[in-house]
Structures are given as C-alpha cells and as structure tokens.
C-alpha cells in the first residue's frame, strides 16, 4: 500500500504473490483494500495485479485447454474465466465472489513458448478497460524469468530474498532455540534438543 500511494516513479505495476482474494480474512477488510488500491491508481495511476502459481480453476479446465489447445500459441495470450466457471471449482466460491474478492480471474501464458507456463491472474475491476496493457507489462516482467520460463522475474526475485539458506538459517535456527529454552525447566529442555537434534537426524537422513 505504501508502494502504491508513494510510487517514485511515473508508472508503476505492483505484482502481488497471490490472487486478489483471501478467503481467511474478513470480506469487509478485504473489500477496504480494493478500495484503498483503486484510490492509490486514481491519485498515483498505480496499477495492481495478482499472479499465482496454481488454482482450482486451472486444475478443473487443465484437460480441456490441452484438448483444445487454447495456448498454443507462439505468442503470450489470456483467457477470462467466467464466473460460473469459478463456481463449479470451488464449492464456497459463491460466498467469495459476493465478498473477500477484488479481482477478475483470468488464465495467461506470459512466454512465447507454447508449452510455456498457464498462470491464474486477477486484475482488479477497476483496471478491467486496461486489462490488455496491464498483462502486456506482465509478459515483459516474465521475459528474463529463470529456471521458471513464463513466470514474472519480480515474484521469483522476491522469493530468492524471502528464502534463508545457509548460515542464515542457522542462526535463526539457534535464535529460536535459545528463545524456547528460555521458557523451560532443565528436565524439558532435554527432551526440547532429544526432540529437536531427532527432527535435524530426520531432515538430513540421519
């Protein structure tokens, strides 16, 4: 939010992890978000989107668009997904098209590969008449996307950053141990590192 009221720049296309819904919070918070996001595009010409790796939707037409071959094509295309649609893969999709949603779903292969990615994207209603330029950023954030071809170089960027490795992990590793044993008494501590030094045996096949 603070990106898209404060953008810096004179065009900016905000990718978000995940689809413009959120089903595990209240619809009226979710609704103050869109309307928060659409005041920011209003006041800055922000624009938002929402990208996920997999979805229902896209599961339950995985078949037919292979049989029909809708994104063979050796070019980056979409599809809108109709409502309806939506409602036959999900059984409480009613309950979340009627509320904790802000977006319109549609299916996109961002790559000119043909066997490239089908990625689930929600583009707000508000950007709906720009729903053409919108995806078109889209396909050129995905252009230097590595190892996952077709997928935007930004959200794969942002998940190097998240991941901790290494030394990094061990560190937070050693932080939160030391933080629980804190809390305990000597005969549970054993058992929190008998418990803890078996969990690191299993991980690395000891």
Do not use: Q
Not at 5 to 15: A, D, E, Q, Y
Not at 60 to 75: G, I, K, M, P, V
Not at 113 to 138: A, C, G, H
Not at 180 to 202: F, M, R, S
């Amino acid at each position: 939010m603070e990106i898209a009221f404060n953008p810096g720049r004179s065009k900016v296309l905000l990718i978000r992890d995940g689809l413009l819904r959120a089903k595990s919070m209240k619809p009226n918070i979710v609704k103050k978000m869109g309307e928060n996001f659409e005041k920011a595009y209003e006041e800055t010409g922000t624009m938002l989107v929402g990208v996920a790796k997999k979805s229902k939707v896209l599961n339950y037409l995985s078949l037919a668009l292979t049989l029909e071959e809708t994104f063979n094509r050796a070019y980056p295309c979409f599809c809108e997904v109709p409502e309806e649609i939506e409602k036959e893969s999900y059984n409480w999709a009613r309950i979340w098209l009627e509320g904790p949603v802000f977006g319109k779903l549609h299916l996109a292969k961002l790559s000119d590969r043909r066997d490239s990615l089908v990625l689930p994207v929600d583009i707000p209603i508000w950007l709906m008449p720009r729903r053409k330029e919108v995806l078109e950023y889209l396909a050129e954030s995905a252009k230097t996307s590595f190892p996952i071809i077709g997928y935007p170089h930004p959200l794969i960027k942002a998940h190097e950053n998240a991941v901790l490795h290494g030394l990094e992990m061990e560190v937070l590793s050693d932080y939160l141990v030391k933080s629980i044993i804190k809390l305990h008494t000597e005969k549970e501590i054993d058992k929190i590192l008998a418990h803890i030094t078996l969990g690191h045996g299993l991980n690395k096949g000891g």
